[in-house]
């Protein structure tokens, strides 16, 4: 059984940086790819970033392509995050998620298990 939680947010200031973290509680963590997503105020959720299962492929949105950085520790159950030079627009409550089906890594309906997800804040 798979049980994600994930770890990390804060409130920072523009141009601060956050490491998010996602435990998967589970033993099949090395299984799957799997991805990060947010989700702000009145708007959709939308996809961050990606990462096949040993960590070799990783995909991420334009929006923070050169800002964050995700990786993985397959021995520690657990993915991450690193994000520099954040930004207001940055803001919004961080999700992580296994990549169970065949879809893209860029849509949410590929993915299952979400996490409750953890708040990032950042202010100007």
């Known amino acids: 059984q798979v049980q994600l939680v994930e770890s990390g947010g804060e409130s920072v200031q523009t141009g601060g940086s956050l490491r998010l973290s996602c435990v998967d509680s589970?033993?099949?963590?090395?299984?799957?790819?799997m991805g990060w997503f947010r989700q702000a105020p009145g708007k959709e959720r939308e996809f961050v970033a990606g990462?096949?299962?040993?960590?070799?492929?990783?995909y991420y949105a334009d929006a923070v392509k050169d800002r964050f950085t995700i990786s993985r520790e397959n021995a520690k159950n657990t993915m991450y995050l690193q994000m520099n030079s954040l930004r207001p627009e940055d803001t919004a409550v961080y999700y992580c998620?296994?990549?169970?089906?065949?879809?893209?890594?860029?849509?949410?309906?590929?993915?299952?298990?979400w996490g409750p997800g953890t708040q990032v804040t950042v202010s100007s």
């Open positions: 990462i096949n299962w040993h960590g070799g492929d990783t």
């Open positions: 589970g033993r099949t963590f090395s299984d799957y790819a």
């Open positions: 998620a296994i990549k169970r089906y065949g879809y893209s890594y860029y849509f949410a309906k590929a993915y299952d298990n």
